[in-house]
Every structure is written in structure tokens, then in C-alpha cells.
T-cell receptor
Framework: DVKVTQSSRYLVKRTGEKVFLECVQD?????MFWYRQDPGLGLRLIYF???????EKGDIPEGYSVSREKKERFSLILESASTNQTSMYLC???????????????FGEGSRLTVL | AQRVTQPEKLLSVFKGAPVELKCNYS??????LFWYVQYSRQRLQLLLR??SRESIKGFTADLNKGETSFHLKKPFAQEEDSAMYYC??????????FGKGTRLHILP
């Protein structure tokens, strides 16, 4: 069974702290994504990566960075957390078939971050 | 800008009634389109994609290129269909951009 695992389900941090959100997938997928999910705003893409050490900005990258040192792991970093980054963060992965993105995303359970 | 619009935030439908969740997109070319669903306390998951032309859990979605729509339909709603539904096109740059979602509430 395919699996995307987000290491932290719930986190509470203070303004200005550095926050790491970890995501691991066991499906050997090439693509990995970070979204944030907010009521009324849906899912907004923060960053995605289509290969190790590669990253692309999504629609709302400001205040975030990412790291992909290994194929299975994609980390989201908040260098200095702010209250407006309180949200549910979803990691997802997807595969490439015959050189094309399949488009089917497999999601983790989410990490709910509260910044006080 | 490439966009996807789901005009209804909340849709309440009686059990047994037909369901239609609307999605309009403004992408150039012919994007591949998906519907994702999130049931209460579960992960977001793929419901169906237009290219497969499948019916999943009784839902179907027809791509109308003229109207640039990809509405999700089911003839008879069931209580277990209550969930959050997202329309999501696959853009040419491999990004998958989600609509804001529609919460479907099935009334008994």
C-alpha cells in the first residue's frame, strides 16, 4: 500500500522559531509537493520538487524554503515562523510515466501547525 | 493566469437527489483534469480523472472544452458522499493547482 508519511501531526511553535516539517514517501515517486490547506482558500501550492536537489516555487513560496536531499524525503522549512503561517500543511507525491507526470497525487495525513 | 473555479463553497443536497459540483478552468490547451475528495478525518485522495472516463462511487465528470468545465455529477446522493471535493487541473509545467473546494453535505 502506498504511503506518504508526515512526521508531525500537530505542532505548536512560537513566532520567530524555525520550523521543520518532514515528509517521506515509500513509492519511489519522482515528484513531491507541499501545500497548505486553509478554510475557504482550498489547497495552495508552496513548493514542489521533480527530482533530488531540484525545487520549483509554487503560488505562495514566501516565508518558506524546501530541501530534497534524498528522493524519498521532502522537507518544508519555515525560517522564522509567523502567526499567518498557522495552517494545515499537506505533503504529496506523484510518479512520472513515460516521461510525463501522471497527475495522481498521494497525500500524507497532514501537519497542523499553530504559531503563537 | 491559469485558474480553476469552484463557485460553491457549500452544497447541501437531500439523500437520493442528484448532485452536481461545478468546476470551471481557464487553462490554455487541454489540461488533464482531476477531482479529489477528502472525507472527514481521512487523507485527501483522488476520486477520478477525466482521461480514464471511469465512474467511481457513482460519480462521473465530463470535460466540456467549449465551456471549459469539468463538473462532477452523481444521479443519487448517498450520506457517505458528504465530504470536501476539489477540482484540480494538471498544468503544462506539472503543477497541480487546486480549486478552493466545495463542501458537499448530504441531508438525510
Amino acid at each position: 500500500d502506498v504511503k506518504v508519511t508526515q512526521s508531525s501531526r500537530y505542532l505548536v511553535k512560537r513566532t520567530g522559531e524555525k520550523v521543520f516539517l518532514e515528509c517521506v514517501q515509500d513509492m519511489d515517486h519522482e515528484n513531491m509537493f507541499w501545500y497548505r490547506q486553509d478554510p475557504g482558500l482550498g489547497l495552495r501550492l508552496i513548493y514542489f520538487s521533480y527530482d533530488v536537489k531540484m525545487k520549483e516555487k509554487g503560488d505562495i513560496p514566501e516565508g518558506y524554503s524546501v530541501s530534497r536531499e534524498k528522493k524519498e524525503r521532502f522537507s518544508l522549512i519555515l525560517e522564522s515562523a509567523s502567526t499567518n503561517q498557522t495552517s494545515m500543511y499537506l505533503c504529496a507525491s506523484s510518479s512520472v510515466l513515460f516521461g510525463q507526470h501522471t497527475g495522481e497525487l498521494f497525500f500524507g495525513e497532514g501537519s497542523r501547525l499553530t504559531v503563537l | 493566469a491559469q485558474r480553476v473555479t469552484q463557485p460553491e463553497k457549500l452544497l447541501s443536497v437531500f439523500k437520493g437527489a442528484p448532485v452536481e459540483l461545478k468546476c470551471n478552468y481557464s487553462y490554455s490547451g487541454s489540461p488533464e483534469l482531476f477531482w479529489y475528495v477528502q472525507y472527514s478525518r481521512q487523507r485527501l485522495q483522488l476520486l477520478l480523472r477525466h482521461i480514464s472516463r471511469e465512474s467511481i462511487k457513482g460519480f462521473t465528470a465530463d470535460l466540456n472544452k467549449g465551456e471549459t468545465s469539468f463538473h462532477l455529477k452523481k444521479p443519487f446522493a448517498q450520506e457517505e458522499d458528504s465530504a470536501m471535493y476539489y477540482c484540480a487541473p494538471l498544468a503544462p509545467d506539472d503543477k497541480i493547482i487546486f480549486g478552493k473546494g466545495t463542501r458537499l453535505h448530504i441531508l438525510p
